[in-house]
């Protein structure tokens, strides 16, 4: 059965558990899941990818079956999902296994995808398309947040966060959020003010540009830097997101010297990894010893020193100890 993205509230007035979520929309998956599954749910909330219930397929199965009466209600979010998920479908409608609600979140599928054509059939199972937003959907969901919060704001405003939101609502809603702070104790904000406090595209390039560092992708990296024009005001940024995630790559790395299942400690790291960021997160645990990470970690300590000392040649600074760092 479909259900489109916008009638998403229907998912709380039917008794269906099994659910696919596909598309490019992970913002709009994200808010839907946590509307209507997340929130006030007080039973267990495990998450898997694809991959870790299929290579233990029969041990996952066996787990489900054996739930016990007095085990809380459960809700399995399952990331990564491809048309080999199809196993696990079959084997839940077998079983007729009903208390436990799954959502399945894949990418982009194909009209002759075989996991699509099931669920758009099927009457016990729920297929939700969540589709690229448009500016006017983002400029919906901007207009109505400043009117709900009651922020006196412009439209040229309201046209320039959407803009630099880069058709993605997890960055609108990040901005807003950050604008709706920034406007406490204050009867309005200017253009100028949202100019420097909004930096989506920016954080989201740095953010890239950290984790090709730490991938040791050259190629990538030189691609970034000749698309994005950073500022010198940008390098503390860029070298705290990179020490932000090398420390997360060290914490990885201490755990994988005495667990060699790399695959299960990014899978278990607390706050949980995204589950688009694991493949380059696994990439960067390969290439990096325990030893190299601290080394990089207390270089980085010092190339922050060294840019607020030096902060016009900040840039070529930063540039070189990027590139540096990933040959």
């Not at 219930?53 to 489900?64: A, G, R, T």
């Not at 995630?245 to 914490?251: A, P, Q």
Request: glycine residues 2%.
């Amino acid at each position: 059965m479909i259900i489109k993205a916008y009638e998403h509230q229907k998912i709380k007035k039917i008794k269906n558990n099994i659910f696919l979520f596909y598309g490019e929309n992970e913002g709009y998956k994200s808010q839907v899941i946590k509307d209507i599954f997340v929130s006030n749910f007080k039973g267990n909330i495990e998450r898997f990818d694809e991959n870790e219930i299929l290579n233990n397929f029969e041990s996952f199965i066996s787990s489900l079956i054996n739930k016990s009466f007095f085990d809380e209600s459960k809700l399995i979010l399952v990331s990564r999902v491809s048309e080999k998920i199809t196993k696990l479908v079959d084997e839940i409608l077998e079983r007729k296994i009903k208390d436990i609600t799954f959502i399945l979140n894949a990418g982009n599928l194909e009209k002759k995808s075989k996991i699509r054509k099931i669920f758009e059939k099927e009457k016990d199972l729920i297929c939700i398309p969540f589709y690229k937003d448009d500016d006017r959907t983002l400029m919906q969901i901007a207009n109505n947040f400043f009117r709900n919060n009651k922020i006196p704001i412009s439209q040229e405003i309201i046209n320039l966060i959407v803009e630099r939101s880069s058709g993605d609502r997890i960055n609108l809603n990040n901005e807003l959020n950050k604008i709706s702070l920034f406007i406490i104790n204050k009867e309005k904000i200017t253009i100028n003010e949202v100019i420097k406090l909004t930096n989506l595209a920016e954080n989201y390039s740095i953010s890239e540009l950290a984790d090709n560092c730490l991938s040791k992708n050259i190629k990538k990296i030189n691609k970034i830097f000749n698309e994005n024009a950073f500022s010198v005001d940008d390098c503390i940024l860029i070298v705290r997101t990179l020490l932000t995630k090398s420390k997360r790559l060290l914490e990885i790395k201490k755990v994988n010297s005495t667990n060699k299942n790399l695959e299960q400690i990014i899978s278990n790291y607390k706050p949980p990894i995204f589950w688009k960021d694991k493949e380059i997160v696994k990439s960067q645990a390969l290439k990096w010893s325990l030893n190299d990470t601290e080394k990089l970690i207390y270089k980085i300590h010092n190339i922050e020193l060294t840019i607020k000392k030096n902060y016009y040649s900040s840039l070529n600074i930063v540039s070189d100890f990027i590139l540096n760092t990933a040959k």
